[in-house]
């Protein structure tokens, strides 16, 4: 029942196809947010970036600014909803899409949380370990920072690769999750990893698979300088898709047996059946990312607790407005917080 057939999304003309609603986004969209970092040390002597934006908060500095003040925050906001943000893949609290969010999440009376996988805040992680996107050990430690802090009311949030991450966490979790989560959103999700990280491969995306495979390249390359002998460097250098990197280097780094064996195991489609809350998969059919698999529609309309609606349009964390302009509010951001605060959850 939870297949939401007609969705409301409109792009403007002259953004008319799914490269266009992603690239435009990401590389021209100027949004302003108030950050404050807290730096958050882990039980395995790491640590977590975390920046804070809270509700109704009047002060403005922009995403290329963030107060990187790392000492413990006195400001918390418990008695206010809280949305905790998962990045997308090489992502960072100031990417577009998650700051537009901030944006109208705080505008709206959230605090948010958004939170930096290890290796993405600016800063490398101590230990040798990145993160990978079949990895929840973070974000349930995350949460439980969260609940720590006296929030009773959250909602998770995550976009692409982040938002794999959630629903896999979700559906781990199942009744055993922590009553005070209360929903989730994610947007642009690739369900499948083995058919999205194909999709790359296709001739109209490998601008996108490029990019990726640069960065995560050059991350490991900065890792090396600091832990020489640890990484095979020249062969990850040699490296030129997401996934002959994740063969090659994050399968046998976090324990599976080929990039396979990873993909199988950390894709969030067949944790969907286990989520217990009221969720919302809001995937662009003509997002350059994401594969056939990661439009199940059969399977949205058995789930009782999983929303999921599929624009024709959108691109990949993109929905920009048809009618606020480039830095305005995007349709995504209004869609997220109708959910979130429906009494029913479903708000086409």
């Known amino acids: 029942m939870p297949l939401i057939a007609q969705s409301s999304y409109r792009p403007p003309a002259r953004l008319w196809n799914g490269h266009l609603q992603t690239i435009v986004p990401s590389l021209f969209r100027k949004v302003t947010v108030s950050y404050v970092r807290e730096r958050v040390e882990t039980h395995d002597d790491d640590f977590l970036d975390v920046d804070w934006a809270f509700g109704n908060d009047e002060s403005r500095i922009t995403n290329d600014e963030v107060d990187l003040n790392k000492s413990a925050i006195t400001n918390y906001s418990p008695s206010k909803p809280l949305v905790i943000l998962s990045h997308g893949l090489e992502g960072s609290s100031t990417s577009p899409y998650l700051v537009g969010m901030a944006r109208h999440l705080t505008e709206n009376g959230f605090d948010c949380m958004a939170w930096h996988y290890r290796s993405c805040s600016g800063e490398l992680n101590r230990q040798q370990r990145f993160y990978h996107i079949g990895e929840t050990g973070d974000l349930h430690f995350i949460t439980q920072y969260a609940l720590s802090k006296g929030y009773q009311n959250i909602c998770l949030m995550g976009f692409s690769a982040g938002g794999s991450v959630t629903l896999k966490y979700l559906g781990e979790q199942k009744n055993a999750l922590a009553p005070a989560i209360r929903r989730a959103v994610v947007f642009s999700v690739p369900l499948d990893l083995m058919g999205s990280a194909r999709r790359l491969e296709q001739w109209d995306s490998l601008v996108y698979n490029y990019r990726f495979s640069r960065t995560l390249k050059r991350k490991v390359q900065q890792k090396a300088s600091v832990m020489p002998g640890v990484f095979p460097i020249e062969q990850v250098l040699?490296?030129?898709?997401?996934?002959?990197?994740?063969?090659?280097?994050?399968?046998?780094?976090?324990?599976?047996?080929?990039?396979?064996?990873?993909?199988?195991?950390?894709?969030?489609?067949?944790?969907?059946?286990?989520?217990?809350?009221?969720?919302?998969?809001?995937?662009?059919?003509?997002?350059?990312?994401?594969?056939?698999?990661?439009?199940?529609?059969?399977?949205?309309?058995?789930?009782?607790?999983?929303?999921?609606?599929?624009?024709?349009?959108?691109?990949?964390?993109?929905?920009?407005?048809?009618?606020?302009?480039?830095n305005g509010t995007y349709w995504s951001e209004k869609r997220a917080v109708a959910f979130l605060t429906a009494s029913n959850s479903i708000q086409p």
């Open 238 to 326: 040699k490296t030129r898709s997401v996934r002959e990197f994740d063969n090659l280097f994050t399968a046998p780094q976090n324990g599976f047996r080929d990039v396979t064996d990873y993909y199988t195991q950390s894709s969030a489609l067949q944790f969907l059946p286990g989520i217990a809350i009221p969720t919302l998969i809001v995937n662009a059919k003509n997002d350059p990312f994401l594969s056939p698999e990661c439009y199940p529609e059969q399977l949205a309309r058995e789930l009782p607790n999983v929303w999921m609606e599929f624009p024709e349009q959108g691109g990949h964390c993109g929905f920009p407005s048809l009618t606020n302009g480039i």
